[in-house]
């Protein structure tokens, strides 16, 4: 006799925690269990009216201190998200509820500051952002949501969350039809906030680092065909020390990445900086995941 085909993993169990009509469409928010960074987790979703099926997918990724509600109430983008028909999908920023010592000591580690990567240090072990964006998220939302497509998906995000949008993208050029950022974290190996959370999730050897760091990893990139889209605010207080733009900008030039930075003058680090142009940016992204 056969040995019997194995069970199919079952369907992650989503709590609906709040449904909010808008321009047509839907605001909802969930909670489910993450085994991949083995804690309760939320995340937003915007669905648009229509269509009702084959709806594409752009993730949003916050920044620190934020959680999956701060795009969705803040940045106004959901009346273009219902004007192109694409599924806005935001998580949280890091693990929560651990109660592991040290991750609330500091606003810019630990709890609301995962950087959107895989924590090699056993005491972060949790700390997995990275496989929850690209792996976990993503089979959530298709097992759960027949009219999404997530096969036709995007990517995008603010400050750290703009940090991770790019990393990832450039990590994974055949799962993302474009990205964008906001006064993204470009090359978090040469500023403050990336030398404390690498240097804590990652360890000392910095060439584990340059692995989550977008300067370096355009180096190597070489198809890069996608319009890169980046704004930044010239009044941004973590403009010089932090965010170095200008870095980035000289190693897409040095293996011909295209890249628009628009440095956006009298603009700061806000949401409100973030609400003036994010119609530019869906507009960005639809006209990728719109395309053959």
Known sequence: MAAAAPSPPP?????????????????????HHSATLGCPMTFSVFLPPSPASDLPVLYWLSGLTCNDENFVTKAGAQRAAAAHGIALVAPDTSPRGLNIEG?????????????????TNEKWKNWRMYDYVVKE?????????????TSRASIFGH?????GALTIYLKNTDKYKSVSAFSPVVNPINCPWGQKAFSNYLGPAKSDWKEYDATCLIKKCNKISTPILIDQGEDDKFLAKQLLPRNFEEACKAVGAPLTLRMQPGYDHSYFFIATFIDDHIAHHSQFLKSA
């Open 11 to 31: 369907v992650a169990a989503l709590e609906q925690m709040s449904r909010t009509k808008m321009f047509g469409g839907h605001n909802l928010r969930f909670r």
């Open 103 to 119: 991750e609330a000591d500091s606003w810019d580690f630990g709890v609301g500051a995962g950087f959107y990567l895989n924590a």
């Open 137 to 149: 998220l993503p089979k959530v939302l298709s097992d759960n949501f027949e009219q999404l497509n």
């Open 159 to 163: 400050s750290m969350g703009g940090h």
